[in-house]
């Protein structure tokens, strides 16, 4: 009883479908980066446009 232990194969695919996932996984985590900065670099124009918003609240000095 000699018999050689049968290890897991991965399937033929399996390299190109993680490296299609993290292609995926890092364009999405990348576009949710971009959006977030977008919206703090914008969030002072983006404040005014909210309803009952302090800032419609203020005078504006000119």
Known sequence: MTEQPQYYQPPEQHD????NMVIALALFFGSVVIVLA???????YLASLLPFSVEKQFVKPY
């Open 16 to 19: 190109h479908h993680i490296r």
């Open 38 to 44: 977008l919206v703090i670099y914008h969030a002072h």
